[in-house]
């Protein structure tokens, strides 16, 4: 059959309801738009939202405790190993480690070019949790000299407000190491073992004075009546902002870096926003389709005598339902690509302007959004079709 | 290849209107090639047969068989193709498209599956007079130049099988006597079978078989 929709055009009212027509065609490019850069949206603050923090081969390193309250701060908010354990099970944490502190006095003093004394606490933790060890950052039993690794965070805080409240003098992180001060450990009937420390490496990811983990170990057996259960507990894991390790960690009642908690929930807060409008967008589309589904019924109802004689006639069902439906094929391509188009601008004007072009957004679509769209444009091709064969087959 | 109706009823009669009828309830065989004619009074059912060989209706008893398969099985893509290559007709209430023009009429019959070039339009709608009405309305014909727009627009397709229902019922003699010779000439060129059914007998239709209902 050398036919085309041209030469049934004239025995089709198609031309009638044209405002209905345009509507379902604003509709359906609305809907499609909203999808698609709601979807790119998504995509676009999982990329600006997942980098924020140092990574080490991947991972996010986290610090979480048990929360105190006004009503549970005279109870115990130390780790069972219990706890650690269900911690270390979950399937978004790849793994988790105890910071063991010290069960013993410890007191600091300085030098005569740094005359200070201070109470001082000590933790470990296994090494593979720390993100600056070099070389000298071990201990023997009987080796007097303790290697210690300083939050940064620590040093700052030296510098800037201890220093110069006490006239002491400041350093840098590469002259810190040069500093040895006496470390004075006392057992629990205050006879004091005498070591030297200095500082081996600032850290980034823990804001502690960490020492070697044998050390402490041996100290608090030595010292003290052993290793206490862990107030502090380091979460390795791929994604410190994930809605599953939020949510767990909000039902256990632990409590992480509160910068880290905002961001992960100002993260959840937005994706929630952005797949209501990714919903809202998917409604507007079916209500598109609703119209134009009404738009063809129509068309069909007033074409039904002219369309019966054609069937009459010797014109296949299939053949007319397929050259009705593919009519409307073009414009489902140019709406559809229409919106794709226009969230490849939005996406460049994001990345560009609102963003002052972040090098963690890409200026161009994420393939899942063209994806998508391919997908709405199968999707609304073969609905048009079956909708335009049930019409034609109820004549 | 043929046409056999195997004692065919319509439902809504009763047995007695056809007790002498030579089509209901009979053997009757069509062949490819055989000038056929029904003579048929009001009533008789004329139409209904008409219908019932061209697949539109199918509420009768016994079978029809085209080439020993059953018409009543013919699912709706076999008969539209049935309809464009081996059966063609014309009704009796001519079923043309009122609100396009002859000419569209015409063509968008014989682009289903074009026998003729598009040109033998014209020469068809000289013959038969009614070449000044191509390009009007449908609807600004007389009837009878609407039954000559039906015998021309079934002429237009390949067929094996004509049925003409009471096709000539608003002409005049003389234009009754050139449709009819359009009509056998385009089912010579076919080798097809002409099945006129009638209220009563036309003589310069050339029949082999006349069967009364």
């Given at each position: 059959m050398n036919l085309s929709y041209k030469h049934i055009a004239p025995f089709l009212s198609a031309k009638q309801?044209?405002?209905?027509?345009?509507?379902?065609?604003?509709?359906?490019?609305?809907?499609?738009?909203?999808?698609?850069?709601?979807?790119?949206?998504?995509?676009?603050?999982?990329?600006?939202?997942?980098?924020r923090n140092p990574k080490k081969n991947g991972y996010d390193y986290i610090s979480v405790t048990k929360i105190i309250t006004n009503e549970n701060m005279g109870s115990n908010h130390s780790f069972s190993k219990g706890d650690i354990d269900e911690i270390k099970a979950q399937p978004f944490i790849a793994d988790a480690m105890p910071l063991l502190a010290n069960n013993f006095l410890v007191k600091a003093t300085g030098s005569s070019s740094l005359p200070f004394t201070t109470d001082l606490f000590l933790e470990s933790i296994d090494n593979s949790f720390i993100d600056t060890i070099p070389p000298g950052f071990?201990?023997?039993?009987?080796?007097?000299?303790?290697?210690?690794?300083?939050?940064?965070?620590y040093l700052e805080l030296?510098?800037?407000?201890?220093?110069?409240?006490?006239?002491?003098?400041?350093?840098?992180?590469?002259s810190i190491s040069a500093v040895m001060v006496q470390l004075e450990c006392y057992s629990a009937s205050g006879v004091p073992v005498i070591f030297k420390a200095h500082v081996v490496a600032l850290s980034d990811r823990i804001n502690s004075v960490l020492v070697p983990q044998n050390f402490l170990d041996w100290a608090n057996k030595k010292l003290g009546s052993g290793n206490i259960p862990p107030s502090r507990v380091f979460l390795k894991t791929t994604d410190a902002n994930s809605a599953d390790l939020q949510n767990f960690l909000q039902k256990k009642q632990y409590n992480i870096n509160k910068d880290k908690a905002k961001f992960g929930r100002v993260k959840q807060v937005l994706q929630a926003i952005v797949s209501g409008i990714s919903a809202f967008?998917?409604?507007?589309?079916?209500?598109?389709m609703m119209l134009f589904s009404f738009y063809l019924q129509l068309v069909i109802e007033r074409s039904k005598d002219n369309l019966q004689l054609l069937?009459?006639?010797?014109?296949?069902?299939?053949?007319?339902?397929?050259?009705?439906?593919?009519?409307w094929v073009p414009v489902y391509v140019v709406i559809i690509l229409s919106g794709l188009l226009f969230t490849m601008l939005f996406q460049y004007y994001f990345r560009s302007v609102?963003?002052?072009?972040?090098?963690?957004?890409?200026?161009?679509?994420?393939?899942?959004?063209?994806?998508?769209?391919?997908?709405?444009?199968?999707?609304?091709?073969?609905?048009?079709?079956?909708?335009?064969?049930?019409?034609?087959?109820?004549? | 290849m043929q046409i056999s109706l195997k004692k065919i009823l319509p439902v809504f009669f009763s047995q007695q209107p056809a007790a002498n009828s030579q089509i209901w309830q009979q053997e009757v065989v069509f062949n490819k090639g055989e000038y056929i004619h029904i003579i048929a009074p009001s009533g008789s059912g004329k139409t209904s047969l008409v219908h019932f060989l061209y697949g539109l209706k199918k509420d009768y008893n016994g079978?029809?068989?085209?080439?020993?398969?059953?018409?009543?099985?013919?699912?709706?893509?076999?008969?539209?193709?049935?309809?464009?290559?081996?059966?063609?007709i014309v009704f009796q209430d001519m079923r043309l498209f009122t609100e396009q023009t002859v000419l569209q009429n015409l063509e968008i019959k014989r682009l289903l599956h074009p026998f003729h070039p598009a040109d033998k339009i014209t020469t068809m709608a000289k013959r038969l007079g009614i070449e000044n009405k191509l390009g009007k309305l449908c609807s600004t014909c007389s009837y009878g130049e609407q039954q000559r727009i039906a015998i021309i627009r079934a002429l237009l397709q390949p067929f094996d099988f004509l049925l003409l229902d009471e096709p000539f019922s608003h002409l005049d003699e003389a234009n009754r006597i050139k449709a009819m010779e359009l009509i056998e000439e385009e089912a010579a060129v076919r080798n097809a079978s002409i099945i006129l059914a009638d209220l009563k007998e036309i003589s310069y239709f050339k029949a082999e078989k006349k069967l009364v209902m």
């Open positions: 309801n044209r405002l209905q027509r345009w509507f379902s065609y604003f509709g359906l490019g609305t809907g499609v738009l909203l999808l698609l850069c709601s979807l790119q949206m998504y995509i676009n603050i999982s990329q600006l939202l997942k980098d071990t201990w023997q039993e009987g080796q007097d000299v303790i290697p210690i690794i300083m939050s940064s965070d030296y510098n800037t407000v201890f220093a110069p409240s006490k006239d002491l003098p400041q350093f840098s992180s590469e967008g998917v409604l507007v589309i079916l209500l598109a069937l009459t006639l010797g014109y296949s069902p299939a053949w007319l339902s397929k050259t009705v439906a593919k009519r609102a963003m002052n072009g972040r090098e963690e957004l890409s200026p161009f679509i994420h393939w899942t959004v063209g994806a998508v769209a391919l997908l709405l444009l199968f999707l609304s091709v073969v609905i048009n079709y079956r909708m335009v064969s049930r019409l034609l087959h109820k004549l | 079978e029809i068989l085209y080439n020993n398969e059953s018409l009543k099985e013919f699912n709706a893509e076999k008969l539209a193709l049935w309809r464009q290559q081996h059966i063609s």
